[in-house]
């Protein structure tokens, strides 16, 4: 019985150790920002930078975790997908951006994995009603 248990957690480190050999999640760019939206204040950027630039943005602060497979998988595909969906550095691709401030008045974003580890992204509901609104005043202006 012992001696399964054991066996049981050195497969289980060799395979934690196997999976760490895999290339995909180890892609941690940050290409240079093209253009930012024209925000309508700082306030607005500093909030969307706090809740959204981890995923939304090419100045993605890449933890520690983000190293260690499997949450790397995870963090490089949120990064991939998020990116080209919206991303804050690169304005002139963004194709739909009315959604920007629906998805936040919705709390659909920030995503709610992300807020485990990013207490700094769990907005108030102030904080929240004033990025809703800087973000569509935002859009207004481009
Ligand atoms: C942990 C990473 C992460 C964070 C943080 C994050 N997003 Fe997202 N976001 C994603 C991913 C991944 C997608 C693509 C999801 C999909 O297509 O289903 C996405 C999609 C979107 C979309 C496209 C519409 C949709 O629902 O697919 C918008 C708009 C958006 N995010 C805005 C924001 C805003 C604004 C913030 C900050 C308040 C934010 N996101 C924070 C990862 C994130």
Same mark, same amino acid.
């Given at each position: *019985?012992?001696?399964?248990?054991? *066996?049981?957690? @050195?497969? &289980? +480190?060799? +395979?934690?150790? &196997?999976?760490? +050999?895999? /290339? #995909?999640?180890?892609?941690?760019?940050?290409?240079?920002? @093209?253009?930012?939206?024209?925000?309508? %204040?700082?306030?607005? =950027?500093?909030?969307?930078?706090?809740? $959204? #630039?981890? $995923?939304? %943005?090419?100045?993605?602060?890449?933890?520690?975790?983000?190293?260690?497979? /499997?949450?790397?998988? +995870?963090?490089? =595909?949120?990064?991939?997908?998020?990116?080209?969906?919206?991303? #804050?550095?690169?304005?002139? =691709?963004?194709?739909?951006?009315?959604?920007? /401030?629906?998805?936040?008045?919705?709390?659909? *974003?920030? &995503?709610?994995?992300?807020?485990? *580890?990013?207490?700094?992204?769990?907005?108030?509901?102030?904080?929240?009603?004033?990025?809703? %609104?800087? &973000?569509?005043?935002?859009? =207004?202006?481009?």
């Amino acid at each position: *019985m012992k001696k399964t248990i054991i *066996m049981i957690i @050195v497969g &289980l +480190l060799v +395979l934690f150790g &196997l999976i760490q +050999l895999i /290339p #995909f999640g180890h892609q941690h760019t940050n290409p240079a920002v @093209v253009q930012e939206p024209n925000w309508d %204040s700082p306030q607005t =950027r500093e909030l969307a930078q706090q809740a $959204c #630039f981890d $995923c939304h %943005s090419n100045e993605t602060v890449w933890p520690w975790y983000s190293n260690v497979a /499997p949450v790397s998988w +995870l963090v490089q =595909r949120d990064v991939n997908d998020g990116r080209r969906r919206v991303n #804050f550095s690169d304005w002139g =691709r963004v194709r739909e951006p009315d959604e920007i /401030p629906e998805v936040v008045e919705e709390g659909e *974003m920030p &995503l709610p994995i992300f807020l485990i *580890m990013h207490p700094e992204a769990r907005l108030t509901q102030a904080e929240k009603d004033a990025l809703v %609104s800087g &973000l569509q005043a935002t859009v =207004r202006r481009q």
